[in-house]
């Protein structure tokens, strides 16, 4: 099983809510990640998680929070979004610096 | 700081055709590289990694090559299909982390 699932699919929300990303792997893999995707633009790390400890922030704003409560699981939290941080959410898992496996992404929307 | 090209940006080729995608990269001190392929709106698909220490890596019709010290990468695909068409992604493992070229979106004509 190589697949990486992201919930939801898509998701629309308001400048005041407060939402969750979820995204699940069952590959045995220790690092997982959470890449940001705007249109026609390549992936840009957001973060990095090894053996479920956040090793890498790539200076993202507060109002994203990542947590990984298990080595399987890893949420991404979201509070006060701007609608600049509409975009195509993606996760990914690896064993160390192996192959990336890329789930489906769930396409934010801030209104 | 480790910079991804690739070029072109945009290709469109008859079906039937063999085609060239070329990515560079500036650092050479690279881990592996891997070629994506996504669809649009949705994840992407890791096609072919090589390794540092290898110089290509072949799935089917297609083959990957890489040459670090010049810090390219090409991707060839034989015999290319209306399926193939998509963005195509070229990534580094760069100290932790994945680098990405900005991609060739690729259409093939039926």
């Known amino acids: 099983d190589t697949e990486v699932t992201q919930t939801p699919k898509h998701l629309v929300m308001g400048m005041t809510n407060k939402k969750s990303l979820k995204c699940e792997q069952h590959?045995?893999?220790?690092?997982m990640y959470w890449y940001k995707q705007k249109a026609k633009k390549p992936p840009e790390l957001m973060f990095v998680?090894?053996?479920?400890?956040?090793?890498i922030n790539e200076s993202v704003p507060s109002r994203f929070s990542p947590e990984c409560p298990n080595s399987s699981l890893l949420n991404l939290h979201l509070h006060a979004l701007q609608p600049e941080d509409s975009a195509l959410y993606l996760c990914?898992?690896?064993?160390?610096?192996?192959?990336?496996?890329f789930g489906p992404g769930t396409r934010l929307t801030v209104l | 700081k480790q910079e991804v090209t690739q070029i072109p940006a945009a290709l469109s080729v008859p079906e039937g055709e063999n085609l060239v995608l070329n990515c560079s990269f500036t650092?050479?001190?690279?881990?592996?590289l891997q070629w994506f392929r996504q669809d649009p709106g949705k994840g992407l698909t890791s096609l072919l990694l090589?390794?540092?220490?290898?110089r290509e890596q072949t799935s089917g019709r297609l083959n990957a090559s890489l040459d670090k010290s010049s810090g390219r990468s090409t991707l060839y695909i034989a015999a290319s299909q209306p399926g193939d068409s998509a963005t195509y992604l070229c990534?580094?493992?760069?100290?932790?982390?994945?680098?990405f070229g900005a991609g060739t979106i690729l259409r093939v004509k039926s």
């Open positions: 990534a580094v493992v760069y100290g932790n982390k994945l680098v």
């Open positions: 998680y090894s053996y479920e400890k956040l090793s």
């Open positions: 990914a898992s690896s064993r160390a610096a192996d192959t990336q496996y």
């Open positions: 090589i390794q540092s220490s290898q």
């Open positions: 590959m045995g893999h220790r690092a």
């Open positions: 650092d050479s001190a690279i881990y592996n």
